[in-house]
């Protein structure tokens, strides 16, 4: 394949490469409460009859390198033990490159692998994983390919975050207190107290849509946040990505809004919006989008839909 294939996000069909299966795992996803999973999770993969090899995960640059380098060396497939982070550091190797990927949801957030298809129960992701190396099946899916203004790239599977919920993440990831859960919590409350419409500029295929909003996102798969669905009729297998915007509205409208996202209803609110396009731009000032809920670009980004740029083991 070559490096001009990957960036175009096309990727050969048919069976998992011959190679042995690498494995991200993740210890401090879902807060720990998956930390004894891992030896069942390579039992069960190695019973697929294939070398299994336990990836460096000390630190994120460390397992970020540790993919590239199993893709690179010819790795049939690369399987994440961990939520939406780990999934998304891993989607930086092997968008694109032909090796089979299988996320095995064991985060606070698992929206990659739910809108996917994969079961919620980690062990029963890693028996459909399993089968399919036994089965040499792999099923195309799409991703979003993000583009910032000095050229990076980066890639995303569930949910980009350029509203609000980037400013939350934002503003938690500066504090140092609270720790846990409530620094987001109070990020939400001085965010909340902030709260002002930015003016957006979205070009959809092309089109161009200006708005003044306060909650921009734009998804390949319907949810984010473990299961907040904010762009509900998303589909990983369309070849398009869905947009959902809010307009100018205000504190009290937006904490009546958040809870319905979780229902996939808030769409029904006539300040909500949504669109369907393969390429989107999304400008505005002051505002870092985050991705499967990791930190990605500043904007402005283009963000492209690209057809079967991974193929998942299902």
């Given at each position: 394949?070559?490096a001009d294939d990957?960036?175009s996000g096309?990727?050969?069909?048919g069976?998992p490469?011959?190679?042995?299966?690498?494995?991200?795992?993740n210890?401090t996803a879902?807060?720990?409460?998956?930390?004894g999973?891992?030896?069942a999770?390579?039992e069960?993969l190695?019973?697929?009859g294939?070398?299994?090899?336990?990836?460096d995960a000390?630190?994120?640059?460390?397992?970020?390198?540790?993919?590239?380098a199993a893709?690179a060396?010819?790795a049939?497939?690369?399987v994440?033990?961990?939520?939406?982070g780990t999934v998304h550091l891993?989607?930086q190797?092997?968008?694109?490159?032909?090796?089979a990927f299988?996320?095995?949801?064991?985060?606070?957030?698992n929206d990659?692998?739910?809108?996917?298809?994969?079961p919620?129960?980690?062990?029963?992701a890693?028996?459909?994983?399993?089968?399919a190396?036994v089965?040499?099946?792999?099923?195309p899916?799409?991703?979003?390919?993000?583009?910032?203004?000095?050229?990076t790239?980066?890639?995303y599977g569930?949910?980009?975050a350029?509203?609000?919920?980037?400013l939350?993440n934002?503003?938690a990831?500066?504090?140092?207190?609270?720790r846990g859960?409530?620094?987001?919590?109070?990020a939400?409350?001085?965010e909340l107290?902030?709260?002002?419409p930015?003016?957006?500029?979205?070009?959809?295929?092309?089109?161009?849509?200006?708005?003044?909003?306060?909650?921009v996102?734009?998804?390949?798969?319907p949810?984010y946040?473990?299961?907040m669905?904010i762009?509900?009729t998303?589909d990983?297998a369309?070849g398009?990505?869905?947009?959902v915007?809010?307009?100018?509205?205000g504190r009290?409208?937006?904490?009546?809004?958040?809870?319905?996202?979780?229902?996939?209803?808030?769409l029904?609110?006539?300040?909500l919006?949504?669109?369907?396009?393969r390429?989107?731009?999304l400008v505005?000032?002051?505002i870092v989008?985050?991705?499967d809920?990791?930190?990605?670009?500043p904007l402005p980004?283009t963000v492209?839909?690209?057809?079967?740029?991974?193929?998942?083991?299902?």
């Amino acid at each position: 394949m070559t490096a001009d294939d990957q960036l175009s996000g096309s990727v050969p069909a048919g069976r998992p490469r011959d190679g042995q299966v690498a494995v991200l795992a993740n210890p401090t996803a879902g807060r720990g409460r998956y930390r004894g999973l891992l030896p069942a999770v390579l039992e069960r993969l190695g019973s697929a009859g294939r070398p299994v090899r336990l990836l460096d995960a000390e630190n994120a640059a460390r397992a970020a390198a540790a993919c590239r380098a199993a893709v690179a060396e010819g790795a049939a497939a690369l399987v994440t033990v961990g939520g939406d982070g780990t999934v998304h550091l891993a989607l930086q190797a092997v968008a694109g490159s032909g090796v089979a990927f299988g996320p095995v949801p064991a985060g606070t957030g698992n929206d990659f692998a739910a809108g996917t298809g994969f079961p919620a129960d980690p062990l029963g992701a890693v028996d459909v994983i399993a089968a399919a190396l036994v089965a040499g099946r792999t099923r195309p899916a799409d991703l979003a390919r993000m583009t910032g203004a000095d050229g990076t790239v980066r890639w995303y599977g569930a949910v980009l975050a350029a509203g609000f919920d980037a400013l939350v993440n934002e503003r938690a990831n500066r504090m140092s207190w609270p720790r846990g859960p409530r620094r987001y919590d109070l990020a939400i409350l001085v965010e909340l107290a902030r709260l002002r419409p930015r003016r957006y500029l979205l070009r959809l295929d092309g089109e161009p849509v200006e708005v003044d909003g306060v909650l921009v996102a734009v998804g390949n798969c319907p949810s984010y946040g473990g299961g907040m669905r904010i762009c509900p009729t998303a589909d990983p297998a369309d070849g398009l990505l869905d947009v959902v915007y809010a307009g100018p509205v205000g504190r009290a409208t937006l904490v009546r809004i958040k809870p319905r996202v979780y229902r996939g209803s808030h769409l029904d609110h006539p300040m909500l919006h949504t669109r369907r396009a393969r390429t989107i731009e999304l400008v505005a000032e002051d505002i870092v989008g985050y991705a499967d809920g990791e930190r990605a670009l500043p904007l402005p980004v283009t963000v492209t839909a690209v057809p079967g740029a991974v193929r998942l083991l299902r």
